[in-house]
């Protein structure tokens, strides 16, 4: 059986006994017009390794297989294996399977020296941890193209003095160009979820932070963010206050929501510098 031959996945699914599991933030996304988009928006094809987060029954997963990518999918739930295992089967073993926690995987061995591009609609309870652990890990991917609650995605491309602005507005946009290029209405899901999705885009910026950089960013952005009302002389108190403030030529009566990727940066130079 190729790909092509196998049955609609809502079939798979009936046969296979196999409903969502909100213990593991799951919703089905089976429209493959949907999951096409999302393949082409990735901008993978032949040659290309992908690695899916999540794939469940596989529904992306057939998208990503058929722009003829290399796919690595992490499903910590073991009911999709068999389902999964076919797929790979009628993908002639472009699909390979890690049952594990996304959580504890280790990108890099699996990327194993070569570019590898993070393409997944990511299960709602842990979106935004992974999100943060291949912003600022050793593991930097050639691309991201993720599906998160549509909150979550809006606030990974906020700018500020935007609602939305925040803490991971801040390392995303620290760390990558972002982008959100799709929304995804809550129907489209099986069963549909009570929150819109969107999907973001992300590609690395070449002046992506050193990891020493990039750590100290982290310290300042959550102690601002922490107590975004306050002004950053009261949130940024432990970490110098007013005179880190003024070191990094901003006011300290300004607030975190205000503050631009650049200012951040600033702050975590300014706290370097006084350690």
């Known amino acids: 059986m190729t790909l092509d031959q196998l049955p609609p996945l809502r079939e798979t699914l009936a046969d296979h006994g196999l409903l969502a599991k909100k213990s593991f933030g799951q919703h089905f996304l089976l429209d493959l017009n949907i999951t096409r988009k999302i393949a082409r928006l990735a901008q993978v094809g032949p040659g290309d390794h992908v ?80 999100l943060v652990k291949w912003m600022t890990g050793a593991f930097i991917p050639a691309s991201m193209t993720l599906m998160f ?52 885009r992300l590609t690395p910026r070449e002046n992506r932070p050193a990891p020493e950089r990039l750590d100290a960013l982290q310290a300042v952005t959550a102690a601002a963010f922490g107590q975004r009302r306050k002004m950053l002389r009261s949130s940024l108190k432990a970490l110098g206050g007013a005179e880190l403030c003024e070191t990094a030529g901003l006011s300290p009566e300004a607030r975190a929501e205000i503050i631009d990727v650049a200012g951040f940066l600033a702050l975590a130079d300014a706290s370097r510098a006084r350690r």
């Open 51 to 130: 690695i899916e987060v999540g794939p469940g029954p596989g529904g992306l997963t057939r998208a990503l297989l058929e722009t003829g990518a290399r796919v690595t999918a992490v499903e910590a739930d073991p009911r999709f294996a068999p389902l999964l295992e076919e797929l790979s089967a009628a993908s002639g073993g472009a699909l390979t399977l890690r049952l594990e926690d996304a959580l504890k995987t280790d990108e890099a061995a699996l990327a194993a020296g070569a570019p590898a591009h993070m393409v997944s609609n990511l299960p709602y309870n842990v979106g935004t941890p992974l």
């Open 149 to 200: 609650q549509k909150e979550v995605a809006d606030r990974v491309a906020a700018q500020p003095a935007e609602d939305a602005y925040g803490r991971l507005s801040v390392l995303a946009q620290a760390t990558n160009h972002a982008q959100v290029v799709m929304d995804v209405p809550a129907r489209a899901f099986t069963p549909p979820p009570k929150v819109a999705s969107a999907v973001v």
